[in-house]
């Protein structure tokens, strides 16, 4: 079972994505709402992804994060409702194993955690 960290601070976003995911058998290691929280989480349980929003609350965003999921090596892919060009290019140049943008379909999901893990 693959272990998934959800890093999203939209309390409806975020529930809807973990009841998908437990539905079609990952296994929810959490939902973060900061990128503290996510630290948190990681330091107790290496997810095999990480569903990250761009923009969350706290000091630092999902791009931050996302630096350092790359130096840990730990896959990522984005969900976002901005596709503004110049966050496009910076989380871009992170290396994301996808991008979807909200509103998203089930399927949308799916595939892509398939496809990056």
Known sequence: MKKVLIVEDE???????K???T????QVLGIARTVSKAH???AQT???IVLLDIFIRG?????????????????FVYISANSNAD???AAKDTGPKGFIVKP?????????LQNAI
Do not use: W
């Open 11 to 17: 309390f409806v976003a975020a529930n809807h994505l």
């Open 19 to 21: 009841l998908l995911l």
């Open 23 to 26: 539905a079609h058998d990952y």
């Open 40 to 42: 948190e989480i990681i």
């Open 46 to 48: 290496i997810p095999d």
């Open 59 to 75: 000091d630092e965003n999902g791009i931050d994060l996302a630096r350092e999921l790359k130096t840990l090596a730990i896959p």
């Open 87 to 89: 966050i496009l290019t």
């Open 104 to 112: 998203f379909r089930k399927e949308d999901i799916l595939l892509m």
